[in-house]
């Protein structure tokens, strides 16, 4: 065990003798030149030739008709369940395996979070096991799929492709599907990640994606709604825009709207990273592959490798010891830290947090396992050679 913690601190060391953070951004193209013309134009606020620009960018590399930009990935969640229809009181599932803002964007929508498992090689929600336990817990009542034990809807499932590999998501479609339940897909950490040649965000009826900072494309903060559905992009467009009728001067808003629409500064960003997105891609596959190459003669972990017929942006880079030990993967954390080098675990479990103890939730053996033998590496992608 000791010696693991020394090998990989050495590999470590050998790979970045100077440390590395866990993910920084890359401004190597117009980032200045579009910004700047915000900037002379006073185009600097929530309209603007770049907000246009960056949605029609977004849809067309992510082969979507529409992209609604936000200010942030929580912003563009917390539309997603309200485009579906989630209403106060209902049930969200979801992985228990994910960042904070999935289950901050169903409490903030009046939802409850309802927590499910994953899978060992995906690490998303685990269809076969969700089909079990939904028809062991459900009940259809007019048509509504209703968990028996709560007494409460469940209105849709948010899928999370972890880390950036795609989920196993044409069964996670069927089974959403079987009970109607509407799908999301919180894209956040996926873009240029394709299951199948597909575009992650294809399968559910809405996705989300983040542009905040430690994200593959950023735009400072931001996020995107993505959707097929024409007239459900109109809505949140206006939903997030004060829902304003559109006028030349009156203010007259027909409904509660939100203040979420992404400023045309940060659209500016987005437009310059995302001509980028194609080469920070290839670099960050190349960090993935030096990881494998580097880490292959140590035994007791792997390198997380895509998913089968995934191909996957490598967000983050992941170490997965053979078997879940806090205190082991602790302690390369530990060691890696003290070189600079700042690797992180994976997120604390969801049902492990304060504010969402209470919330029902399924068996969580494999997310449990994986919680303890993750450790995430630096994956920035100017630090593949
Ligand atoms: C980053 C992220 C989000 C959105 O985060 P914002 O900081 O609000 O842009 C949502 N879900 C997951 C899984 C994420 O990693």
Redesign the pocket.
Known sequence: MQGLVENTSRILKSLFPDGASLHEPCFGGNEWKYVKECIDTVWVSSVGRYVDRFEADLASFTGTKRAVVTV??????FMCLKLAGVKNDDEVLMPAL?????AN?AMQAGAHPHFVDCDERSLGVDPQKLEKYLEEITQKRNGACVNKNSGRRIAALIV?H?FGHPSDMDALAEVSKKYGLVLIE?A??SLGSYLNGRHTGQWGSFA?L???G??TVTTG???AILTNDEAAARLAKHLTTTAKEPHPWRYFHDQVGYNHRMPNINAALGCAQLEQLPSFLEKKRKLAHSYMEAFSGVSGLKVFSEPENARSNYWLNLLMLGKADPALRDEILDSAHKHCILCRPAWVLMNKLPMFKDCQKMDLSCSENLEGRLVCLPSSAFLSK
């Open positions: 942030n990935g929580t912003a563009a969640l994910t960042f904070v803002a999935t964007a999370m972890a919180d956040a950490e989300a983040s542009f905040n430690n994200k903060g931001g996020g």
